[in-house]
């Protein structure tokens, strides 16, 4: 069974920086892109960032040059650093990730359960 359970987020005044951080468990034979995803308050759910297992990173327009993402493939693990938060950056935050669990090149979505984000004065 394969888990994506995520940690971190909370409260942040604006212009502030937060992480949040997810971990993929259970009989994993690989995974390769792994990304977050955000849903905020009346929106559509939307990409935010991804990262594949070689290290190259994507980034929504939005939150270019003030997010990173990264992952330790070793944990099965990716981040996502928030700096420079916007009121507009209030959201739960999905992590993602496409893993194969019993073969190789057999890849499946898998979703966390989602950590809320609110960027507030």
């Known amino acids: 069974q394969i888990q994506l359970v995520e940690s971190g987020g909370g409260l942040v005044q604006p212009g502030g920086s937060l992480s949040v951080s997810c971990s993929a468990s259970?009989?994993?034979?690989?995974?390769?892109?792994m990304g977050w995803y955000r849903q905020g308050p009346g929106k559509q759910r939307e990409l935010v960032a991804t990262?594949?297992?070689?290290?190259?990173?994507t980034y929504a327009d939005s939150v270019k040059g003030r997010f990173t993402i990264s992952r330790d493939n070793a944990k099965n693990t990716v981040y996502l650093q928030m700096n420079s938060l916007k009121p507009e950056d209030t959201a739960v935050y999905y992590c993602?990730?496409?893993?194969?669990?019993?073969?190789?090149?057999?890849?499946?979505?898998?979703w966390g359960q989602g950590t809320q984000v609110t960027v507030s004065s």
């Open positions: 259970g009989t994993i034979i690989s995974i390769g892109v």
């Open positions: 993602n990730a496409v893993i194969a669990p019993n073969q190789p090149f057999q890849y499946y979505n898998y």
């Open positions: 990262v594949i297992s070689g290290g190259s990173t």
